[in-house]
T-cell receptor, first 113, second 111 residues
Framework: DGGITQSPKYLFRKEGQNVTLSCEQN?????MYWYRQDPGQGLRLIYY???????QKGDIAEGYSVSREKKESFPLTVTSAQKNPTAFYLC????????????FGPGTRLTVL | GENVEQHPSTLSVQEGDSAVIKCTYS??????FPWYKQELGKGPQLIID?????GEKKDQRIAVTLNKTAKHFSLHITETQPEDSAVYFC??????????FGPGTRLSVLP
């Protein structure tokens, strides 16, 4: 099956700890994205990557970091510097070409205790 | 940069009626407009999309219309069913690059 996988589905973290969220795609897409969604809210862009070994900050990058060492993988680290990390995190990918659709993974719900 | 507005924020319809959600965008360079359906606790699912060289697209009970002059596009769902209840997001993209999303519409289909 082709698609985007995110793990884990639920994640609990103590304050002051860094945590890494996994995102993998087998769609052969060049572009990958991380969004944050708070209850009843829309999608806010954290980071995006158009190509391997390159990524750019989105609208709310503070307190987050990413890497793009492989085309299939785009992990997101939520650092202790993120003031309010409890949220639903969504990974997406697209071809990056004109008219290319963006597809989402199932999401990871992060709760800071 | 691009800004996408979406209305209404909530919409309730009787089962079998039609539902219409409208979005406007600000950047005339945007040329790709997808619509997503998000069920509770799940990732958004692409349900239909339209490119700027097309004015209307239909897929069974779902249709999307685009007015480039007015810079707005709409989602139309006919013969609504309870399983259509979800949050719907519109988005605009320039050349398949960054996607800007609307704030979402919570649709409730009442039996």
């Amino acid at each position: 099956d082709g698609g985007i996988t995110q793990s884990p589905k639920y994640l609990f973290r103590k304050e002051g700890q860094n945590v890494t969220l996994s995102c993998e795609q087998n769609l052969n897409h060049d572009a990958m994205y991380w969004y944050r969604q708070d209850p009843g809210q829309g999608l806010r862009l954290i980071y995006y990557s158009q190509i391997v070994n390159d990524f750019q900050k989105g609208d709310i990058a503070e307190g987050y970091s990413v890497s793009r060492e492989k085309k299939e993988s785009f992990p997101l680290t939520v650092t202790s510097a993120q003031k309010n990390p409890t949220a639903f995190y969504l990974c997406a990918s697209s071809t990056g070409l004109a008219g290319g659709a963006q597809y989402f993974g199932p999401g990871t719900r992060l709760t800071v205790l | 940069g691009e800004n996408v507005e979406q209305h209404p924020s909530t919409l309730s319809v009787q089962e079998g009626d039609s539902a219409v959600i409208k979005c406007t965008y600000s950047d005339s360079a945007s040329n790709y407009f997808p619509w997503y359906k998000q069920e509770l606790g799940k990732g958004p699912q692409l349900i239909i999309d339209i490119r700027s060289n097309v004015g209307e697209k239909k897929d069974q009970r779902i249709a999307v219309t685009l007015n480039k002059t007015a810079k707005h596009f709409s989602l139309h769902i006919t013969e609504t069913q309870p399983e259509d209840s979800a949050v719907y997001f519109c988005a605009a993209s320039i050349q398949g690059q960054n996607f800007v999303f609307g704030p979402g519409t919570r649709l409730s289909v009442l039996p």
